[in-house]
């Protein structure tokens, strides 16, 4: 099914954080790289994922949603900065998924909100921008965000310490985790302009991983200028394609 025939069809308009592999990324070890993901939207049989590494037509992709558990899927369309899956599941399992997805969407909230030693939240559109101190520009995800530092997901594994910004917002790796890695900002941000500063600067283009385009990369620790004060942005629009017309049908049919 492509993108534009689901985004017509009965489904959930549903963000909730989850991770994934793909058959075609391995770490040093040989092993599947995982990266954080989100669903945009998603019914018993497709799902749109948010995602910082996409993988062409026909791969097989594995994801895992704390609410939904583990569903597995081959990639069917493309979209910037996201993938639509097939869900491949028996009609049990899809008869639970439509019941669990009912519950969801009664249940979800516009913003997840951690509360930790500051106040942690997802941004609207997770996709940005890492910029590193010898000019390169690598797309990320967004996982969560605090006036002090964010947690990203991306096809790089800076070393703690590395200097970069996040979109205009700078700092260092702090922490790295199996999904991503923590960046701490030079200094505490304030939280009413979190994510208009996470975006990349007016003058530099959201850049995001194709299939067949992936940075390989390990940069090392340099020092890199502070930017100037800038001035918050609009918030950008939401990701191509999250949002779509009500559904026309009361029921999902699971033959």
Known sequence: MSLSEFMERRAVELRTAGR???????????????????????????????????????????????????????????????????IAVNKEVRERLANKLVWLQKKQQDAVV??????????????TNLIFANGTTVSCFVIDVSPSGVAVSADIEPEIGTRLAVGRLVGHVVR???????????????????????????????????PSVIPQMRPTPVPILRPSVMTPQPKTARLAGSVAPP???KVWMID
């Open 114 to 127: 951690d509360v930790r030693k500051q106040q942690r939240v997802v941004p609207e559109d997770p996709h």
């Open 20 to 86: 994934y592999s793909l058959t075609s990324r391995h770490d040093a070890q040989g092993k599947r790289r995982e990266f954080a993901c989100r669903t945009t939207r998603i019914s018993p049989f497709q799902m749109l994922v948010a995602a910082p590494v996409l993988g062409p037509c026909g791969e097989r992709v594995i994801t895992f949603f704390g609410e939904l558990g583990k569903l597995d899927g081959w990639i069917t369309d493309v979209a910037e900065g996201a993938f639509l899956v097939d």
């Open 176 to 210: 790295r985790f199996d999904e991503g890695f923590a960046v701490q900002f030079d200094r505490v941000q304030e939280m009413d302009y979190l994510e208009q500063m996470i975006r990349p600067p007016q003058d530099l283009p959201l850049h995001r991983s194709s």
């Open 247 to 249: 559904p026309q049908e």
